[in-house]
């Protein structure tokens, strides 16, 4: 997709002018490939959820509502950390935002000053990035390596100086899949506590593990729920990714620092999509169940596809996709793979390389989303199959 003129923006977001899922979905579209590039699912959420949308646009809940979001929200919310996580939350301390990108933007915005340093993993989705250049913070990457995705105790202490003010911490991991485990969130709880950092969650996949592995919020760790802010949404949860309903929720005084940019940023969105949450939050277990048990079944179609055309596929233990090392089918560059993708088999994928720091780590390795319906993906493995032809 070519970059579009851009002269007038202001130089700390030139370099985060182009996101990779506008241009691989704009590939999409204009060659008609199967899109296992951007995460969003090709159906609806569950219908009561989708009702009970409709039936607050029907019962007149369209101006704006309270600026920390509705009452019944936050409290669904408080309810759904202590059902899911045995997590004590009080209603008063959840922050209602339009998605979690907002959360995550405003909670950057409001607690990182100009020239402190931010922890993050990569690859890392790329919106940290920009949020936290806006910011005027600075990023420092730790990398997740191949083959388990797993990240060296030592780097990560290295990176940390007087100048550290936040851990970023995405679990379930987009775009690796990574499930972190309660061995390395202790390893981060114990650095945060020992050098009195931060800690920001983003945890919207929270409902996506697969394999017998579990989500574990990092604010359950001793030692982190005051020091820590927790970020979701409803967005992958319950597969309406366009309603743009989140959250956050930590200690009183973190989340009022968090919740006054966010005042000045959108404010308040989506009256009648806070109420319609509030019934997706409260769906019985089965459904959360359900969710996993799909993906996961999902994920191995789409992993056994990308094996059988002679393709790296790495661990994934949750969220909506899986990686794959497309060295072996001769490219040392996943860029020029996804580029060549749509033409050669009619499939778009995301490039994991743009979300790396340090390039050289992440070069060949190629992200593919399958939260689609199964008989999309059948043939999309199907197409996938002509690369060995
Ligand atoms: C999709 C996604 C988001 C954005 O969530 P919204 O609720 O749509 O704003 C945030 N973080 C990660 C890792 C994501 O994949």
């Not at 590939?27 to 490939?33: I, K, M, N, R, Y």
């Not at 019962?59 to 004590?88: C, K, M, S, T, W």
């Not at 990182?112 to 989705?125: D, L, M, N, R, W």
């Not at 089965?286 to 059988?308: E, I, M, N, P, Q």
């Amino acid at each position: 997709m070519p970059d579009r003129p851009n002269a007038h923006l202001v130089a700390r977001m030139q370099g985060h002018r182009l996101s990779i899922f506008a241009e691989m979905s704009t590939l999409a579209v204009e060659t008609g490939a199967i899109n296992l590039g951007q995460g969003f699912p090709d159906t609806d959420g569950p219908a009561e959820v989708t009702a009970a949308a409709i039936q607050a646009i029907r019962d007149g809940f369209n101006q704006y509502p309270p600026d920390r979001g509705i009452p019944e929200l936050r409290r669904a919310v408080a309810d759904h950390q202590a059902r899911f996580y045995g997590q004590q939350v009080d209603p008063g301390d959840v922050m209602v935002s339009t998605g979690a990108s907002e959360a995550i933007g405003a909670a950057i915005m409001a607690l990182v000053e100009p020239g402190q340093e931010v922890v993050v993993f990569e690859p890392y989705f790329d919106l940290y990035a920009a949020v936290i250049e806006l910011a005027g913070g600075v990023r420092r990457a730790v990398t997740l390596r191949t083959p388990d995705y797993s990240f060296d105790l030592d780097e990560l202490e290295a990176v940390i100086n007087p100048s550290t003010r936040l851990i970023l911490v995405n679990t379930p991991h987009n775009p690796t899949g990574k499930v972190f485990s309660e061995a390395e969130l202790a390893a981060i709880a114990r650095l945060a506590i020992t050098h009195d950092l931060l800690v920001v969650t983003d945890e919207v996949y929270e409902h996506m593990t697969y394999d017998g592995t579990r989500h574990i919020p990092l604010a359950t760790l001793p030692g982190m729920a005051e020091r820590t802010v927790t970020i979701s949404s409803g967005g992958k949860s319950f597969g309406l990714t366009g309603w743009k309903v989140g959250w956050a929720h930590g200690p009183t005084e973190l989340v009022n620092a968090v919740h006054t940019v966010k005042q000045h940023l959108s404010f308040t969105s989506g009256a009648p999509f806070q109420r319609a949450m509030v019934t997706a939050l409260n769906l019985g277990d089965g459904y959360f169940t359900g969710l996993a048990d799909d993906l996961c079944a999902k994920r191995d179609l789409v992993a056994d596809g990308l094996r059988s055309v002679g393709l790296h596929v790495l661990p994934a233990q949750g969220t909506y996709y899986v990686t794959a090392d497309v060295a072996p089918l001769g490219y040392d560059d996943g860029m020029d793979f996804c580029r060549d993708l749509p033409g050669r088999c009619g499939v778009v994928a995301i490039p994991n390389r743009v979300f790396y720091d340090d390039e050289s780590s992440g070069r060949s390795i190629v992200r593919f989303a399958y939260c689609k319906q199964f008989e999309v993906l059948h043939e999309a493995v199907e197409r996938l199959s002509r690369l060995t032809a």
